[in-house]
């Protein structure tokens, strides 16, 4: 429907009044405590330079909650951006069903918002950049079978229920096991994380205590349950390539496993990609421009064969800040 006159330039007014000013942008990520969420900050203020340098003034404020299962305080962060009457919002909903109420209450108030990494169940979103999560759990799934030879005893250690992200690498993960290979039996694929590497390390070894004597390879779906999964496996002397073990995520608890024999395979993602597609996606947005209604973020298998690879060492190593 096309805009009466007097509405098109009271826009067409506002837009260019934002543009002068500066664009101010909220970048809401489902944490702040892991390396992960470091590296998008990183890039989402790379953008904002970036922007800023060109002529296009951008500040950004990063503000998220502490823990990644908050879902309450992530909700009155986006209530409270709305209300400080940002322009833009880039936020990674740390559930697909609980945000959805104040990201359309933003869109309601003429604030667009960006969703990355993690999916939303609602078409109030300008975009959508993330890793294609599915294609990663069944990379994963696939490393795993490699290892195994295609037999053994597998536990899968999901994250948290109603992250979209890691649900779809779970599903993707599963898809390959159960259609591809049917000599490997799964032992587990019910048992959630939590939030932190501590939730997940006593998950881990409530998992390892039960079915320690005949698993032979483990996947664990993010960056704290891959590395709570790390430190049991350790701790009951399965690792070192004794259980077969696929990660998704970079980490320096990761990284080190990894090298050390520890880890078998991680799936990475391009966090700093994430961050910085978001800022300069949003801007895009608010400036009237075109923009993809998703972008994949690109996933790629780190090995112990590989990891020095330039293309490898540098998703495994992304840029942070601290």
Known sequence: MRLPLV??????????????????????????????????????????????????????????PLREDDREQQV?????????????????????????????????AHIPVVIIDSGLESKAQAAFIATDNREGGRIAARRLGVLLGSR?????????????STEAREAGFLEVMQGSLPWIRLLST???????????????????????????????????????????????????????FVGFDSGETLDRGLDAGDIQGLVVQNPFKMGYL?????????????????????????TPENRNEPAVKSLLHPPADR
């Open 278 to 302: 978001g800022v300069k996606t949003i801007v895009a947005v608010l400036r009237g421009e075109k923009v993809p209604a998703f972008t994949d973020t690109g996933v790629v298998l780190a």
């Open 152 to 164: 053994g005893k597998v536990i899968m250690l999901r994250y948290a229920g109603g992250s979209a």
């Open 76 to 108: 009155q962060v986006v209530e409270n951006f709305i209300g400080r009457q940002v322009d833009g919002i880039v936020l990674a909903p740390l559930d697909s069903r609980a945000l959805v109420a104040p990201v359309e209450e933003a869109a309601a």
């Open 7 to 64: 509405s098109f330039f009271a826009f067409a007014l506002a837009s260019a009044a934002a543009n002068a000013a500066g664009y101010q942008i909220a970048v809401i990520p489902k944490g702040t405590t892991h390396e992960y969420w470091k590296s998008v900050h990183a890039g989402a203020r790379e953008a904002a330079r970036e922007l800023t340098a060109a002529g296009i003034p951008v500040e950004i404020t990063w503000k998220g």
């Open 190 to 244: 019910d048992q959630h994380a939590g939030a932190t590497r501590d939730t997940a390390r006593r998950v881990s070894e409530n998992l390892l205590n039960r079915f320690g004597g005949e698993v032979t390879g483990v996947f664990a779906s993010n960056e704290s349950a891959a590395s709570g999964m790390l430190l049991a496996l350790r701790d009951a002397g399965l690792a070192g390539g004794k259980v077969k």
